[in-house]
């Protein structure tokens, strides 16, 4: 089984109107998006965010779920915080993972882009690799309105979007339930 | 297609002792289950609580994100909330839906229940039934340390617990992750 890391940028990331934003660090995506990563596997969490003030946060929260009262209350949590690591951009991202050239970078984008994307299930095939020589997979997911179009632009695999099997002409889920869906899509059991 | 109803429960739901307690709202859980159901095409999305000031704050959300001014922002938002009812109960959903014959309960646990559990794979079958006479789901999410034993008891049928295709022996998603995960399995394009 290839090595698996997700990230969830926040910095370049879209606003509404499509300008390129920092986005703030939400509490439950620090820790839905952990558990979600240990139940299936993944071996880091990447915070990406460019303010060190923000990356404090996560220390802060990851301290108080290890260390702290609420570790002392709910000792599952900290089994999946221990996945979490902050960058402070996508390229500190691919240094801690040994290198860009040396991982395949993935992303998932609701909107269409230039890229033809691949089906969830494709990735999954990908994933499952039994060649211990392949590279290691980082998935990146966006905050806001969705990762930037450089980033899309420079990742060696698009994974399609989400859909239902009725098409609901809705597609806004939440940053934690695509990451949670595509994750059981990539590693559910079948 | 059957009719697909969601609903959380936060009475009666266990905490970690096992004790039968009930559990606060939580902000994220209305917008993110609301945003998954209308992705996947649910009819309603009920939060169940015995408190009325917990209900209220359920309208004041969607009320905010109606007719405030994050609906005038994020007007795609409104159109997920618009799923959401309250109860007080679970027996006020049965009447909601039409009573309690009319409907077929399902829950989903993630630990282990007496009842022989269905796997999700067989849970889709039963769900896409062309049958107009089947009745509608009424599909229940617990908070909490999960839904209390009778509820479990009084279901019509229990799907199996959310697993990774290599078990990493930890099974602790967020409900806002089950409910994602398990609406996909059961209604996601294959």
Known sequence: MRRLA?????????????????????????????????????????????VSAQRELVARIC???????????????KVALALIRTATSLEDVFVQLGGRENIEVWVTAARSVGAAPIEAHEARVRLDGQDAGE??????????W????????GADAVIAPIRASEASGYNHLSVRAACAILLDRLRGAR
Chains 1, 2 share one sequence.
């Open 6 to 50: 997700i990230a969830l940028v926040h910095w370049p990331v879209l606003d509404q109107q499509g300008a390129t934003v920092t986005s703030a660090i939400t509490n439950l995506d620090v820790h839905d998006l952990a558990r979600s990563a240990r139940t299936y596997g993944c071996s880091d969490y990447f915070l990406v965010h460019p």
């Open 63 to 77: 301290d108080h779920w290890r260390d702290g009262s609420s570790g002392k209350r709910i000792p599952d949590r």
């Open 135 to 144: 590279k290691p997979v980082l998935l990146l997911f966006g905050t806001g």
């Open 146 to 153: 969705g990762l930037a179009r450089e980033v899309l632009d």
